[in-house]
């Protein structure tokens, strides 16, 4: 047997056998989808999907000094249609280098308040914070949270390769740390839906169906939208995968949420 399969059957049989009692609060099942970087008008072109299905979403944007007049309307566009404006960072750097090298000041001068600034002067108040690359530790996380950021989200990765060969892919469903428990956690990781993550729509079906039964928050995120199999220098989803995704929602009577909201629900 595969160290694949093998991964999965042990997952498998965890499930089976744990604990499996009832969620206290079923009305709470919901999935958080999120988007990083700086794709605004592949973004703003999605808003008639959202609109579709009534979901609001939330955008990580970084390099927000390079963000022109048409860049700003777009983003007050999203934001005017209920989704969240996050923040991904000034220069999108190595969070743990800069700030061992630099120290917290010098860390939070060169990534996080030139950035800040930008957005704030054009009328844009992030308080939810996605680490670039999904790089951060403790430390970095204390400093954000000191910052004022009410969640942090980092990455998660349903299959990962070394040298070219793939070591795993486990089903969305076995990864727990994608489900937000509603524990108002403020350090979260969220599952990347992009082409590289070679997800099925039945796999993404049965993660859905999870947060339904457990009454827990499903976390994804993607980058570019896209309409074909992305070229050498794209990343990004597929739109109609994404589309799929949305409609299962909806079908299973799932909320979306936005980052910031999950940890403000409260009992």
């Known amino acids: 047997m595969s160290f694949h399969k093998l991964l999965v059957f042990f997952l498998l049989l965890i499930s089976l056998f744990g604990c499996d009692t009832p969620p206290k609060h079923p009305e709470r099942a919901g999935v958080a989808l999120s988007f990083d970087d700086h794709f605004l008008k592949e973004w703003a072109a999605l808003i008639p999907l959202f609109r579709k299905y009534n979901a609001q979403v939330t955008f990580f944007i970084n390099c927000p000094d390079s963000l022109s007049a048409e860049d700003i309307s777009l983003l007050r566009q999203l ?10 960072g000034t220069i999108h750097g190595v ?3 800069m700030i061992q090298d630099l120290g917290v000041e010098g860390y939070l001068n060169t990534e ?3 950035g800040l600034s930008y957005l704030n002067k054009a009328g844009f ?16 996380d204390s400093v954000l949270l000191t910052s004022g950021f009410q969640i942090l989200r980092d990455v998660a990765l349903a299959e990962r390769h070394y040298k070219g060969f793939k070591l795993y892919h486990i089903p969305p469903r076995y990864l ?3 489900y937000y428990d509603f524990d108002q956690e403020r350090v979260v990781d969220a599952l990347l839906i992009d082409y590289s993550a ?21 976390l994804l995120f993607g980058h570019e939208p896209l309409s074909a199999p992305p070229t050498a220098t794209q990343y990004g989803f ?3 995968f994404m589309e799929k995704i949305l409609a299962t929602a909806q079908e299973l009577n799932l909320k979306f949420y936005r980052m910031s909201d999950l940890p403000n629900v409260k009992d």
Do not use: W
């Not at 934001?79 to 991904?88: A, F, L």
């Not at 070679?198 to 499903?218: F, I, P, T, W, Y």
């Open 125 to 140: 108040y992030p308080t939810s914070y996605a680490h670039p690359g999904g790089n951060h530790n403790t430390r970095v």
């Open 198 to 218: 070679n997800l099925s729509q039945e796999e993404m079906k049965d993660a859905l169906v999870k947060a339904k039964e457990k009454g827990k928050a499903v």
């Open 95 to 97: 969070s743990t280098q």
């Open 79 to 88: 934001q005017n249609e209920g989704h969240e404006i996050g923040y991904h």
């Open 112 to 114: 996080i308040r030139p």
């Open 176 to 178: 727990p740390q994608i």
């Open 238 to 240: 597929d739109i109609s």
